[in-house]
């Protein structure tokens, strides 16, 4: 039954996002959903993913710093753990994961209600492909802006890290700046946008196709808003899993 | 002219629609009536292709819909116009943009022109003047009017509108049917309207068609309403004592008792 589930449900979203990518009916609409779409997911996430990745650079600096103690691992190994830890899992995991609670259960709830309100028909009988309207948009707006944010995230975790050692007088400027530069590896930079744009895309997709299909009422609406959210953690934290095998 | 033939149409094991073979005309409305769970909204979706049947065909005229590919489908719906039972105007757009929306997609005509147009249709249902409201900031009434106005924008070949009067009091029902019906005969356009309201069928019912069980219980015009005998009408249009009586006496009436 679970299986049943599952395999109808992956061949749906398999077919949406078939419908979904397809020739615009015309570009300057798509083009102007894609630019408020950016807006939406992108500016308005701004500050939420500042204030988390700067408290995600604080307590990491701050529990390395105290593992440490009075080991013989040289202080200015906080700088260059941050910035890895940063890099490699924390910024495109952790901002993707609450993004996911954020856009992800906007976009379920904003496509669910067009759904329940009759827009969507409204939209196909006028000839509009929907899926494509609805949901590419997103999608490009989604892989193009989220991973500019995970960027933004670990720039700002970094600098937490820089705020809750340096400032109390854990270790000095010289030894957080030399440990960010001890020992850098490009790859893993590469590594953090491969994160971000599956995650972005996993996110923006897996909650578009829960809301594309709702049926019945506020109960519902409110079932996929949150089933966005959960489905699209799992799938997070699975590629993320399945990256960190790939690209290691 | 849209035809359908022989349609049927399942859920499960629950059969909603049993073989409905009917005409709907072009340039006078054509009404579906019937109690609530009769099919009616199943048919008016099968019309339009939102659903597909289990079998038969919707013949536009002589092209089966469902033998369309999805492009092609598209082509023809870019033809029909639709009034929704509960608008379905977008809500974080103005009045003037829902109208402009279908024209935005489909046409590339400038700005200028696309404006021109949404004003002659906020003219054509007398609604001049509002398109920098938002559809919660007007009335029901304006509400349909202004989803009339936008079915319209197109210049459809095919209008459906499900339910037109829901929730509106009735000189407003009055009004938007006398509306749809000016706007069909002048447009010579094929008009299918599913409804439940009996000001309606007296009113503009050209061509009625009511459902009973997923049947067509009945088929005929306005004027064919009170003489019937047919039993599920009767019970479906004088419902109350009231009608019945009106009705007893406007037969007595026609017949010069």
Same mark, same amino acid.
């Given at each position: 039954?679970?299986?049943?589930?599952?395999?109808?449900?992956?061949?749906?979203?398999?077919?949406?996002?078939?419908?979904?990518?397809?020739?615009?009916?015309?570009?300057?609409?798509?083009?102007?959903?894609?630019?408020?779409?950016?807006?939406?997911?992108?500016?308005?996430?701004?500050?939420?993913?500042?204030?988390?990745?700067?408290?995600?650079?604080? +307590?990491? =600096? !701050?529990?390395?710093?105290?593992? $440490?103690?009075?080991?013989?691992?040289?202080?200015?190994? @906080? #700088?260059?753990? %941050?910035?890895?830890?940063?890099?490699?899992?924390?910024?495109?995991?952790?901002?993707?994961?609450?993004?996911?609670?954020?856009?992800?259960?906007?976009?379920?709830?904003?496509?669910?209600?067009?759904?329940?309100?009759?827009?969507?028909?409204?939209?196909?009988?006028?000839?509009?492909?929907?899926?494509?309207?609805?949901?590419?948009?997103?999608? +490009?707006? =989604? !892989?193009?802006?989220?991973?500019? $944010?995970?960027?933004?995230?670990?720039?700002?975790?970094? @600098? #937490?890290?820089? %705020?809750?050692?340096?400032?109390?007088?854990?270790?000095?400027?010289?030894?957080?700046?030399?440990?960010?530069?001890?020992?850098?590896?490009?790859?893993?930079?590469?590594?953090?946008?491969?994160?971000?744009?599956?995650?972005?895309?996993?996110?923006?997709?897996?909650?578009?196709?829960?809301?594309?299909?709702?049926?019945?009422?506020?109960?519902?609406?409110?079932?996929?808003?949150?089933?966005?959210?959960?489905?699209?953690?799992?799938?997070?934290?699975?590629?993320?899993?399945?990256?960190?095998?790939?690209?290691? | 002219?849209?035809?359908?033939?022989?349609?049927?149409?399942?859920?499960?094991?629950?059969?909603?629609?049993?073989?409905?073979?009917?005409?709907?005309?072009?340039?006078?409305?054509?009404?579906?009536?019937?109690?609530?769970?009769?099919?009616?909204?199943?048919?008016?979706?099968?019309?339009?292709?939102?659903?597909?049947?289990?079998?038969?065909?919707?013949?536009?005229?002589?092209?089966?819909?469902?033998?369309?590919?999805?492009?092609?489908?598209?082509?023809?719906?870019?033809?029909?116009?639709?009034?929704?039972?509960?608008?379905?105007?977008?809500?974080?757009?103005?009045?003037?943009?829902?109208?402009?929306?279908?024209?935005?997609?489909?046409?590339?005509?400038?700005?200028?022109?696309?404006?021109?147009?949404?004003?002659?249709?906020?003219?054509?249902?007398?609604?001049?003047?509002?398109?920098?409201?938002?559809?919660?900031?007007?009335?029901?009434?304006?509400?349909?009017?202004?989803?009339?106005?936008?079915?319209?924008?197109?210049?459809?070949?095919?209008?459906?509108?499900?339910?037109?009067?829901?929730?509106?009091?009735?000189?407003?029902?009055?009004?938007?049917?006398?509306?749809?019906?000016?706007?069909?005969?002048?447009?010579?356009?094929?008009?299918?309207?599913?409804?439940?309201?009996?000001?309606?069928?007296?009113?503009?019912?050209?061509?009625?068609?009511?459902?009973?069980?997923?049947?067509?219980?009945?088929?005929?015009?306005?004027?064919?309403?009170?003489?019937?005998?047919?039993?599920?009408?009767?019970?479906?249009?004088?419902?109350?004592?009231?009608?019945?009586?009106?009705?007893?006496?406007?037969?007595?009436?026609?017949?010069?008792?």
């Amino acid at each position: 039954m679970l299986i049943d589930t599952f395999l109808f449900n992956f061949g749906q979203y398999v077919l949406l996002l078939k419908t979904a990518v397809a020739k615009p009916e015309r570009f300057s609409m798509y083009y102007k959903e894609t630019v408020r779409q950016m807006d939406a997911i992108g500016v308005g996430s701004v500050f939420i993913v500042i204030l988390i990745s700067m408290f995600i650079g604080m +307590v990491t =600096a !701050v529990q390395f710093a105290d593992q $440490l103690g009075d080991s013989f691992v040289p202080t200015y190994y @906080i #700088g260059y753990i %941050v910035r890895d830890i940063t890099i490699i899992e924390m910024a495109p995991t952790i901002t993707c994961l609450v993004l996911a609670g954020k856009v992800g259960s906007n976009l379920a709830a904003e496509i669910g209600g067009m759904r329940q309100k009759e827009h969507i028909d409204a939209m196909e009988i006028m000839g509009v492909n929907t899926a494509a309207y609805l949901i590419m948009p997103k999608l +490009v707006a =989604a !892989v193009f802006v989220i991973p500019l $944010l995970v960027a933004i995230s670990a720039f700002v975790s970094i @600098i #937490g890290g820089y %705020v809750a050692t340096v400032w109390p007088g854990t270790l000095s400027h010289t030894e957080y700046v030399l440990g960010l530069r001890s020992y850098f590896v490009p790859r893993y930079v590469f590594m953090m946008f491969v994160k971000a744009s599956v995650f972005a895309f996993l996110l923006t997709s897996v909650s578009c196709y829960l809301g594309y299909y709702v049926k019945g009422g506020s109960i519902e609406l409110g079932e996929a808003s949150t089933n966005a959210v959960v489905v699209s953690n799992v799938l997070i934290l699975l590629f993320d899993f399945i990256i960190a095998l790939l690209l290691t | 002219m849209i035809r359908t033939i022989d349609i049927e149409k399942s859920f499960g094991d629950n059969q909603v629609l049993k073989g409905i073979t009917t005409e709907f005309y072009d340039g006078r409305p054509n009404l579906i009536i019937g109690a609530s769970g009769a099919g009616k909204t199943v048919l008016l979706k099968l019309l339009i292709g939102l659903f597909t049947p289990t079998s038969g065909q919707v013949m536009y005229d002589d092209i089966n819909i469902f033998d369309l590919n999805k492009k092609e489908l598209r082509q023809i719906r870019m033809t029909i116009g639709m009034l929704f039972q509960g608008n379905a105007l977008f809500d974080s757009m103005t009045v003037g943009e829902n109208i402009q929306f279908p024209m935005d997609m489909f046409t590339r005509r400038t700005l200028k022109e696309k404006r021109m147009r949404v004003d002659q249709c906020l003219e054509m249902v007398n609604m001049e003047g509002i398109n920098n409201r938002y559809p919660s900031e007007v009335s029901g009434g304006m509400q349909k009017r202004v989803g009339i106005a936008r079915a319209m924008v197109l210049e459809p070949k095919y209008l459906f509108c499900d339910e037109p009067n829901s929730g509106l009091d009735p000189q407003t029902s009055i009004l938007i049917d006398k509306l749809i019906c000016d706007l069909t005969i002048r447009n010579n356009i094929t008009t299918v309207i599913n409804t439940h309201d009996m000001n309606s069928v007296m009113g503009i019912g050209d061509n009625i068609l009511l459902m009973k069980n997923g049947h067509v219980a009945w088929r005929g015009d306005k004027s064919q309403v009170l003489e019937s005998d047919n039993e599920t009408l009767e019970d479906f249009i004088f419902a109350s004592p009231f009608l019945r009586r009106l009705r007893e006496d406007a037969l007595k009436l026609r017949h010069g008792e």
